[in-house]
Protein backbone atom coordinates (compact mmCIF):
# COMPACT_ATOMS: atom_id res chain seq x y z
CA UNK A 1 0.00 0.00 0.00
CA UNK A 2 1.59 3.47 -1.08
CA UNK A 3 -0.08 6.69 0.02
CA UNK A 4 0.62 9.94 -1.03
CA UNK A 5 0.46 13.13 0.98
CA UNK A 6 1.31 16.67 -0.55
CA UNK A 7 2.55 18.95 1.56
CA UNK A 8 4.27 22.47 0.17
CA UNK A 9 4.66 21.55 -3.83
CA UNK A 10 6.49 18.00 -2.23
CA UNK A 11 4.69 14.59 -2.75
CA UNK A 12 6.07 12.13 0.22
CA UNK A 13 5.38 8.53 0.13
CA UNK A 14 4.62 6.58 3.21
CA UNK A 15 5.11 2.49 2.43
CA UNK A 16 4.00 -0.23 4.39
CA UNK A 17 4.68 -3.86 3.34
CA UNK A 18 2.79 -6.68 4.49
CA UNK A 19 3.89 -10.30 4.47
CA UNK A 20 1.04 -13.05 4.45
CA UNK A 21 2.93 -14.72 7.64
CA UNK A 22 4.10 -11.63 9.99
CA UNK A 23 1.27 -9.06 9.19
CA UNK A 24 3.24 -5.42 8.54
CA UNK A 25 6.98 -6.12 8.08
CA UNK A 26 7.86 -2.79 7.64
CA UNK A 27 6.86 0.38 7.54
CA UNK A 28 8.75 3.25 6.27
CA UNK A 29 7.40 7.04 6.08
CA UNK A 30 9.95 9.65 4.37
CA UNK A 31 8.94 12.74 6.27
CA UNK A 32 9.37 16.93 5.29
CA UNK A 33 12.56 17.05 6.89
CA UNK A 34 14.27 13.64 6.14
CA UNK A 35 13.33 14.65 2.44
CA UNK A 36 14.59 18.36 2.87
CA UNK A 37 17.84 16.75 3.81
CA UNK A 38 18.00 14.21 1.48
CA UNK A 39 17.50 16.36 -1.43
CA UNK A 40 19.55 19.13 -0.74
CA UNK A 41 22.36 16.53 0.36
CA UNK A 42 22.27 15.30 -3.56
CA UNK A 43 21.97 18.93 -4.72
CA UNK A 44 25.37 19.92 -3.07
CA UNK A 45 26.91 17.22 -5.18
CA UNK A 46 29.36 17.65 -8.13
CA UNK A 47 29.01 18.12 -11.23
CA UNK A 48 25.85 19.86 -11.83
CA UNK A 49 25.29 19.60 -15.46
CA UNK A 50 26.95 17.75 -18.34
CA UNK A 51 30.55 17.92 -19.70
CA UNK A 52 30.79 20.55 -22.52
CA UNK A 53 33.58 18.56 -23.93
CA UNK A 54 32.61 18.11 -27.57
CA UNK A 55 32.35 14.34 -28.77
CA UNK A 56 35.36 14.55 -30.58
CA UNK A 57 37.54 15.09 -27.43
CA UNK A 58 36.59 12.68 -25.36
CA UNK A 59 37.00 10.42 -28.45
CA UNK A 60 40.26 11.59 -28.81
CA UNK A 61 40.85 11.58 -25.20
CA UNK A 62 39.33 7.65 -25.18
CA UNK A 63 42.07 6.95 -28.55
CA UNK A 64 44.87 8.23 -26.10
CA UNK A 65 43.77 6.22 -23.23
CA UNK A 66 43.60 9.42 -20.87
CA UNK A 67 39.97 8.15 -20.46
CA UNK A 68 37.39 5.74 -20.31
CA UNK A 69 33.94 5.39 -21.40
CA UNK A 70 31.69 4.31 -18.91
CA UNK A 71 28.29 3.44 -19.65
CA UNK A 72 25.49 3.43 -16.56
CA UNK A 73 22.82 2.00 -18.64
CA UNK A 74 20.99 -1.28 -17.73
CA UNK A 75 22.04 -4.68 -18.66
CA UNK A 76 19.59 -5.56 -20.83
CA UNK A 77 19.83 -2.05 -23.16
CA UNK A 78 24.38 -2.67 -23.56
CA UNK A 79 23.44 -6.55 -24.47
CA UNK A 80 20.85 -4.62 -27.06
CA UNK A 81 24.41 -2.67 -28.28
CA UNK A 82 27.23 -0.64 -26.59
CA UNK A 83 30.02 1.41 -27.44
CA UNK A 84 33.03 -0.50 -27.95
CA UNK A 85 35.59 -0.42 -25.56
CA UNK A 86 33.02 0.87 -23.09
CA UNK A 87 32.86 -0.20 -19.51
CA UNK A 88 29.47 -1.23 -18.21
CA UNK A 89 28.95 0.10 -14.81
CA UNK A 90 24.96 0.29 -14.48
CA UNK A 91 23.46 3.01 -12.62
CA UNK A 92 21.24 1.01 -10.65
CA UNK A 93 24.37 -1.37 -9.33
CA UNK A 94 26.15 2.27 -8.21
CA UNK A 95 23.36 3.35 -6.67
CA UNK A 96 22.21 0.06 -4.41
CA UNK A 97 24.62 -2.56 -4.80
CA UNK A 98 28.08 -1.99 -5.34
CA UNK A 99 30.65 -0.84 -2.60
CA UNK A 100 33.34 2.27 -2.99
CA UNK A 101 36.11 -0.84 -3.07
CA UNK A 102 34.06 -2.85 -6.02
CA UNK A 103 33.64 -0.04 -8.15
CA UNK A 104 37.38 0.67 -7.48
CA UNK A 105 38.54 -2.40 -8.43
CA UNK A 106 36.48 -1.47 -11.90
CA UNK A 107 37.93 2.03 -12.57
CA UNK A 108 40.88 3.26 -12.44
CA UNK A 109 41.60 6.25 -10.66
CA UNK A 110 44.32 8.22 -13.06
CA UNK A 111 41.53 8.36 -16.13
CA UNK A 112 38.89 10.69 -16.83
CA UNK A 113 35.45 8.82 -16.86
CA UNK A 114 33.12 9.77 -19.23
CA UNK A 115 29.93 8.59 -18.11
CA UNK A 116 27.06 7.72 -20.43
CA UNK A 117 23.01 6.07 -20.59
CA UNK A 118 20.89 7.06 -23.34
CA UNK A 119 19.76 10.27 -23.00
CA UNK A 120 21.80 11.59 -19.83
CA UNK A 121 19.99 11.59 -16.92
CA UNK A 122 21.62 8.62 -15.62
CA UNK A 123 24.63 9.62 -17.05
CA UNK A 124 24.90 12.84 -14.40
CA UNK A 125 23.45 10.58 -11.04
CA UNK A 126 26.08 7.99 -12.28
CA UNK A 127 29.00 10.73 -12.40
CA UNK A 128 27.77 12.15 -9.30
CA UNK A 129 28.03 9.19 -6.94
CA UNK A 130 32.12 8.58 -8.65
CA UNK A 131 32.67 12.25 -7.87
CA UNK A 132 32.04 11.28 -4.37
CA UNK A 133 34.69 8.33 -4.83
CA UNK A 134 37.31 10.53 -6.05
CA UNK A 135 36.89 10.09 -9.64
CA UNK A 136 37.48 12.64 -12.23
CA UNK A 137 34.13 12.07 -13.42
CA UNK A 138 32.22 14.08 -16.33
CA UNK A 139 28.75 13.02 -17.90
CA UNK A 140 27.70 13.26 -20.98
CA UNK A 141 24.63 14.48 -21.95
CA UNK A 142 24.47 12.39 -25.64
CA UNK A 143 23.09 9.28 -25.35
CA UNK A 144 24.38 5.98 -26.99
CA UNK A 145 22.70 6.37 -30.32
CA UNK A 146 24.09 9.70 -30.56
CA UNK A 147 27.43 8.48 -29.91
CA UNK A 148 27.42 5.83 -32.37
CA UNK A 149 25.94 8.45 -34.79
CA UNK A 150 29.24 10.42 -34.09
CA UNK A 151 31.43 7.91 -34.69
CA UNK A 152 31.77 5.59 -31.50
CA UNK A 153 32.11 1.74 -32.80
CA UNK A 154 28.75 0.27 -32.01
CA UNK A 155 29.21 -3.76 -30.77
CA UNK A 156 26.34 -6.07 -30.25
Known amino acids: MIIANSTSRRVFFSVVVFSSCLG ?3 LGIL ?8 LADDRNLEPKEHTKDSL ?8 D ?33 LTE ?6 LPKDKIIYTHCAVGYRSLRAAKILKKYGYEVR ?4 G ?11 EK
Open 24 to 26: VVS
Open 31 to 38: NSQSASYA
Open 56 to 63: ASVKEKIA
Open 65 to 97: KKAILVDVRDLVEWNAGHVQGAVLLPWRDLQDK
Open 101 to 106: AQVKEK
Open 139 to 142: ALKP
Open 144 to 154: YDELVKAGFAS
